[in-house]
């Protein structure tokens, strides 16, 4: 995999606490997997970047390189993958997301 | 053959699971960017296998992954995944 890329990747997934690798941007999501993970998001009150991989071919591309993961979306918190939606659902209803995201000092609404 | 039978005989020979229902949820996502003419694009696939025991989430979608490999360069565009062990997938059934 191209260096600049997957520098480009680490970097922003460095940067950023939180970043979803998607399909669409948060307020326009283009895939119902990727809304779903929004909405969860969303509704935890937590701040993401997202990552538009359909804006960007060699980012929809590399990501799935760079995770080793074949599909979007993809959720990274503090620079770790964490899953895509199935995962991030079965976490969310679990309540190991919200851990996950406290534990990684992640501001996380209490509900 | 059908797309559906690739994605049994593959997860079959991969991992000997104990249950294993392939959904094809094409028809929901017609006229939605991956989808094709003749569907087969869209599967949601539960999985009970031993295999599982002792592995992340994240490990266990990769397995699935691995041997779908080749069905989700080209066919494939969406596989929701739910991966159990017999016991986790016992302990679900009695809560239901």
């Given at each position: 995999m191209d260096q600049n890329l997957s520098d480009r990747i680490r970097n922003d997934i460095k940067a950023n606490e939180v970043v979803l690798y998607m399909k669409g941007t948060p307020i326009f999501p283009q895939c119902g997997f990727s809304a779903a993970v929004v909405q969860l998001l969303t509704q935890l009150g937590v701040k993401f970047k997202g990552v538009d991989v359909l804006a960007d071919p060699a980012i929809r591309q590399g990501i799935k390189e760079f995770s080793n993961?074949?599909?979007?979306p993809q959720l990274y918190v503090k620079g770790e993958f964490v899953g895509g939606c199935d995962i991030?659902?079965?976490m969310f209803q679990?309540?190991?997301?919200?851990?996950l995201l406290q534990s990684r000092g992640v501001n996380v609404k209490v509900s | 053959m059908a797309v559906a039978d690739i994605i049994r005989r593959k997860l079959s020979a991969a991992l000997s699971p104990l249950r294993l229902d392939i959904v094809d949820d094409s028809h929901r996502h017609?006229?939605?960017?991956?989808?094709?003419?003749?569907?087969?694009?869209?599967?949601?696939?539960?999985?009970v296998a031993a295999a599982f025991a002792g592995k992340s989430r994240v490990?266990?979608?990769r397995m699935v992954y691995a041997a779908l490999a080749d069905e989700l360069r080209v066919q494939v565009h969406a596989l929701a995944l739910?991966?159990?062990?017999?016991?986790?997938?016992?302990?679900?059934?009695?809560?239901d």
């Open positions: 993961w074949p599909t979007i991030v659902r079965e679990s309540g190991e997301l919200q851990e | 017609a006229g939605h960017s991956g989808a094709r003419a003749g569907g087969e694009t869209h599967f949601t696939v539960e999985i490990e266990r979608q739910a991966t159990f062990t017999p016991d986790e997938d016992r302990a679900r059934r009695q809560r």
